[in-house]
T-cell receptor
Framework: GAVVSQHPSRVICKSGTSVKIECRSLDFQATTMFWYRQFPKQSLMLMATSNEGSKATYEQGVEKDKFLINHASLTLSTLTVTSAHPEDSSFYIC???????????FGPGTRLTVT | GENVEQHPSTLSVQEGDSAVIKCTYSDSASNYFPWYKQELGKRPQLIIDIRSNVGEKKDQRIAVTLNKTAKHFSLHITETQPEDSAVYFCAASMGGSARQLTFGSGTQLTVLP
């Protein structure tokens, strides 16, 4: 299957700082990538759809000014958590859908802890 | 938007027994239904999926059934093994330009040796 990488795998930051998470599609180009968030013992919730060359589409309740998404190339999308707070501590996972297909390939996730 | 409900939230079975997890969805436009297994701290792993033009699909010990009329689908695991213990998520998608997944709430499956 396709390979999707995320960096970093774990990050600890202080409250008020910003953190950037990268999602890379290593096998194929992707005009669309998805960002999900998963709190402990909960399900994955879609945060936003990252669109190459255009603005991201955010789900209801997700602050676009707090979670900045940049999809500058066909293989890279970045999620920046700005002014992070402890309640932003979560597991962030990106996924890349296969063009013309249904299956999605998930990155390994990034564990963010805000102290 | 789509809403996916999943139950049970926890399921314990004896090794060798079968496990069944059920999901319902709300949007009749959904046409792709994957099931994922997630181990602690890891990414979701696709174990089986089904599209709306098929009623049942099987892959060795794992099977999925879909009832489009009732808008529900189920995961069946036979001859369970301790390594099947994990959290299982169902999901639904409309495909095409709206391929984002809506996940169920998850089922913690424990297979007792």
């Amino acid at each position: 299957g396709a390979v999707v990488s995320q960096h970093p795998s774990r990050v600890i930051c202080k409250s008020g700082t910003s953190v950037k998470i990268e999602c890379r599609s290593l096998d194929f180009q992707a005009t669309t990538m998805f960002w999900y968030r998963q709190f402990p013992k909960q399900s994955l919730m879609l945060m936003a759809t990252s669109n190459e060359g255009s603005k991201a589409t955010y789900e209801q309740g997700v602050e676009k000014d707090k979670f900045l998404i940049n999809h500058a190339s066909l293989t890279l999308s970045t999620l920046t958590v700005t002014s992070a707070h402890p309640e932003d501590s979560s597991f962030y996972i990106c996924s890349v859908p296969l063009a013309g297909g249904y299956e999605q390939y998930f990155g390994p996730g990034t564990r963010l802890t805000v102290t | 938007g789509e809403n996916v409900e999943q139950h049970p939230s926890t399921l314990s079975v004896q090794e060798g027994d079968s496990a069944v997890i059920k999901c319902t969805y709300s949007d009749s436009a959904s046409n792709y239904f994957p099931w994922y297994k997630q181990e602690l701290g890891k990414r979701p792993q696709l174990i089986i999926d089904i599209r709306s033009n098929v009623g049942e699909k099987k892959d060795q010990r794992i099977a999925v059934t879909l009832n489009k009329t009732a808008k529900h689908f189920s995961l069946h695991i036979t001859e369970t093994q301790p390594e099947d213990s994990a959290v299982y998520f169902c999901a639904a998608s409309m495909g095409g330009s709206a391929r984002q997944l809506t996940f169920g709430s998850g089922t913690q499956l424990t297979v007792l040796p």
